[in-house]
């Protein structure tokens, strides 16, 4: 059974961070850092940490960005965090911190992580990454009615409830956390320009053409709503020199009724999804036909 460590990690611009991390029976060589969503806490990856653990091969860490959960200080309200700071200054702090304890660090992304993970500087010290339902933020990824919510969504929703709350209600997203406004108005700019993130900046392409790392990025069929294949494979080919590969999920194919775009770290489908990243790690520290 893994064990938790709470821990607090200090960012490069001296923001403090909460982190835990998940260690089996002994402390293993390699680490997984769970790299959260928009709006999900850590503790909503506890599940998975705590199985990735299990492995002997490898702990994993999760942590909450600046602003969310238990790295929020203070209110919501008086939070000046920026979504880019959370992969320039959170994410690369958790980097660095693994990097000096750890001979392979690797990285499971959800969603957001994957727009946010180049901004590291240190990115290129993970051994490989594996990003679930990470996407363009742009709305020309989306088609149908499902085009017409994110359109309602970056251009009414997010304008009003920022300018009313002065941040981004969690239940704007579904959820019941809030988004600090400098994010949620970041965001809504990745959301209504063509290249995203990139927004056509010089140095924010430069910054995911000089990843260069294995990175497999996987698609669920029924995340229509938050992470349409074609908002990912947009993301996966600004990876212009990472190696990159896709995965297509199908619930049917696994004899599922849904996932969704937050279904893949639910508990009740530990048998079905979670090895899928523990496999593609696995790979890069020990020979797959090795015996244990």
């Keep these: 059974m893994a064990q938790a460590e709470a821990l607090v ?66 209110s919501v309200i008086d939070s000046k965090a920026t979504m880019s700071e959370w992969g320039k200054y959170d994410t690369e702090a958790v980097i660095e911190w693994a990097d000096k304890r750890y001979d392979k660090v690797f990285l499971i992304g959800h969603s957001v992580a994957g727009q946010i993970f180049p901004k590291a500087a240190s990115k290129n010290r993970i051994t490989a990454a594996y990003l679930v339902g990470s996407q363009s933020a742009y709305f020309g990824c989306w088609r149908g009615l499902w085009l017409l919510y994110v359109l309602f969504f970056w251009f009414i929703l997010i304008p009003v409830t920022t300018f009313i709350y002065d941040y981004l209600p969690g239940w704007a997203m579904g959820g019941n956390i809030p988004i600090p406004k400098k994010v949620a108005l970041e965001w809504r700019k990745w959301g209504i320009h063509r290249e995203g993130v990139i927004l056509g900046n010089s140095e924010a392409r430069h910054q995911f053409e000089t990843v260069k790392i294995p990175i497999h990025f996987v698609n669920i069929e029924d995340d229509k709503l938050l992470g349409p294949s074609r908002a990912t494979q947009q993301l996966m080919h600004q990876y212009k020199n990472a190696v990159t590969t896709f995965q297509f999920i199908s619930p049917k194919n696994l004899k599922l009724k849904r996932i969704g775009h937050f279904g893949f770290f639910k508990k009740k489908f530990q048998k079905q999804l979670w090895p899928m990243p523990m496999f593609f790690f696995t790979q890069f520290v020990r020979k797959l036909d090795e015996r244990k």
């Design 9 to 74: 990690i200090t960012t490069g611009d001296h923001t403090e961070i909460s982190a835990t991390l998940y260690t089996g029976e002994k402390k293993s060589n390699h680490l997984i850092i769970v790299g959260p969503a928009t709006g999900a806490p850590q503790a909503y990856y506890r599940r998975f940490a705590e199985y990735a653990a299990d492995y002997p091969d490898f702990d994993a860490i999760t942590f909450d960005y600046r602003g969310i959960g238990q790295s929020l200080d203070g």
